[in-house]
Nanobody
């Protein structure tokens, strides 16, 4: 049974930082590209960042480029999202997702086969 479990969310003040983690089990982690998505109240789920299976390529939404960094540790079956300079517009539930054989470039949520349960990130002004 495949499981993706996010952690690291929580209330943070504007300008602050958080690091999200997503631990994967039940799949051959190094054969999956990984992505982070987020969904704010009343809005559609949107792509935040993606990373190739090797970690060699990364992709970002324009809204987070330069502030967020995605990385992975295949030995630990874990993908991370380092978030700096957070602002209230970053408030959302953050989800990690796995795309079999993908490059990490995919921005459509339907391209990802497995999803975590999400972790909340409220950013106060």
């Amino acid at each position: 049974q495949v499981q993706l479990v996010e952690s690291g969310g929580g209330l943070v003040q504007a300008g602050g930082s958080l690091r999200l983690s997503c631990a994967a089990s039940g799949l051959s982690f190094s054969t999956y590209a990984m992505g982070w998505f987020r969904q704010a109240p009343g809005k559609d789920r949107e792509f935040v960042a993606g990373i190739a299976w090797s970690g060699g390529s990364t992709y970002y939404a324009d809204s987070v480029k330069g502030r967020f960094t995605i990385s992975r540790d295949n030995a630990k079956n874990t993908v991370y999202l380092q978030m700096n300079s957070l602002n209230p517009e970053d408030t959302a539930v953050y989800y990690c997702a796995a795309e079999y054989g993908g490059s990490g470039r995919s921005r459509g949520y339907r391209d990802y086969r497995y999803w975590g349960q999400g972790t909340q990130v409220p950013v106060s002004s």
